[in-house]
Nanobody, 118 residues
Framework: QVQLVESGGGLVQPGGSLRLSCAAS??????????MSWYRQAPGKERELVAS????????NYVDSVKGRFTISRDNAMHTVSLQMNSLKPEDTAVYLC?????????WGKGTLVTVSS
C-alpha cells in the first residue's frame, strides 16, 4: 500500500519561504513512474492543484497564482517530492497535500498546514 507523508509546513510571515517535502513508502522502484502533485485546500474553498511533475521530471506544471514563486522537484532515488515556496502571501495559507498517480489510481497524504501571517 502506497503511503505519503508530508512535512515542512508551519507559520511564516508574508514574503517568507518554506520547503515542503512528501515521502512515499510502499512504492519501491515504481516511484519514478508516478506523477507527483501538490494540492492545497484553504478553509471554505475547494481543493486546488498547485503543481505537478511527471515521472520523467519533465517541465512541471503550476497554477498561475504560484508561477515564479513555487518550484516542484522530485528525487526518485529517495522517493520524495518537494515544493519550494518563496515570496509567500497570506492567500497561500492552506493545507498542502501530496498526491501520487499511476495508471488512473491516486494516493493522497494527509497534508501539512501552511499559515502565512504577520
Amino acid at each position: 500500500q502506497v503511503q505519503l507523508v508530508e512535512s515542512g509546513g508551519g507559520l511564516v510571515q508574508p514574503g517568507g519561504s518554506l520547503r515542503l517535502s512528501c515521502a512515499a513508502s510502499g512504492v519501491s522502484f515504481m516511484f519514478s513512474l508516478y506523477t507527483m502533485s501538490w494540492y492545497r485546500q484553504a478553509p471554505g474553498k475547494e481543493r486546488e492543484l498547485v503543481a505537478s511533475i511527471t515521472r520523467a521530471g519533465d517541465t512541471p506544471n503550476y497554477v498561475d497564482s504560484v508561477k515564479g514563486r513555487f518550484t516542484i522537484s522530485r528525487d526518485n532515488a529517495m522517493h520524495t517530492v518537494s515544493l519550494q515556496m518563496n515570496s509567500l502571501k497570506p492567500e497561500d495559507t492552506a493545507v498542502y497535500l501530496c498526491k501520487a498517480t499511476l495508471g488512473g489510481v491516486s494516493y493522497w497524504g494527509k497534508g501539512t498546514l501552511v499559515t502565512v501571517s504577520s
